[in-house]
């Protein structure tokens, strides 16, 4: 399964019934037709061709996420997993930055619970109920007692690049890589193996845009945010 849930063309052939003359439409023109929402999809943004990108976070497998970047992003992403049907689950040593986001969730079910660092307990993720774990743990976040698993993933946030930072990286399905300086974009460039133009463009990235990576597709997401975040979170930004 792909991270990201894009357009993608499937022809099926049921049973063989009256011959009918068949509906063509030229090529240029499927595009407008797509429906990029997957079935867990959560719309993270436009890509660079205003389309909306959508990833697939609840799965049937571990799936880790490592995003180096603001702590805005990590709340927008952990809000729309809620409206999804997923529980999250929070693991900081800054509480207060989520108390409001807690209270808020749900409308007014207890969708989004706080915990301190290492003070996770099991969730009994299933299919039925999804699992985000976000780790709020500062540059140097410890081994989590609650790892990624079935319909369990994980997003751990890094605020800049860390000693731990490669490891969780090169762990991670994917990574979202938001505005750094040239040296950390230097190694980031080096440990995704990116392109040159992609690296040097992660130190100039604007407010509430992220490079996400995975093995197989990596893609420049603006992540805008509706009147309701904007009222809870405020703007977009790159620093806390």
């Not at 762990?171 to 040097?200: F, M, N, Y």
Request: charged share 20%.
């Amino acid at each position: 399964m792909s991270a990201f849930t894009g357009a993608r063309a499937r022809l099926g052939f049921g049973l063989v019934g009256p011959r009918r003359g068949r509906q063509t439409i030229p090529l240029d023109q499927l595009a407008p037709l797509a429906l990029p929402v997957g079935d867990d999809g959560v719309v993270i943004g436009v890509d660079a061709q205003g389309r909306p990108a959508v990833l697939g976070i609840n799965r049937p497998d571990p799936y880790d996420v490592t995003l180096i970047g603001g702590l805005w992003t990590a709340q927008v992403l952990a809000l729309r997993a809620a409206a999804t049907g997923a529980r999250i689950v929070v693991e900081t040593g800054r509480g207060q930055a989520w108390t409001a986001l807690a209270h808020a969730a749900g409308g007014g079910q207890p969708c989004v619970t706080l915990h301190d660092v290492g003070r996770v307990p099991p969730q009994g993720p299933s299919a039925g109920s999804p699992v985000v774990v976000v780790r709020d743990c500062g540059m140097r976040p410890p081994r989590g007692r609650v790892v990624s698993a079935p319909w369990q993933s994980v997003l751990t946030l890094l605020p800049y690049l860390s000693p731990v930072a490669p490891r969780l990286m090169e762990k991670s399905s994917l990574v979202g890589v938001q505005r750094v300086s040239p040296d950390e974009a230097a190694q980031i460039g080096r440990i995704l193996h990116l392109p040159d133009a992609e690296t040097q463009a992660l130190s100039t990235l604007a407010d509430g845009v992220t490079l996400w990576c995975s093995a197989r597709d990596r893609q420049f997401v603006m992540t805008q945010a509706t009147d309701g975040e904007t009222g809870l979170l405020g703007g977009a930004r790159r620093m806390d």
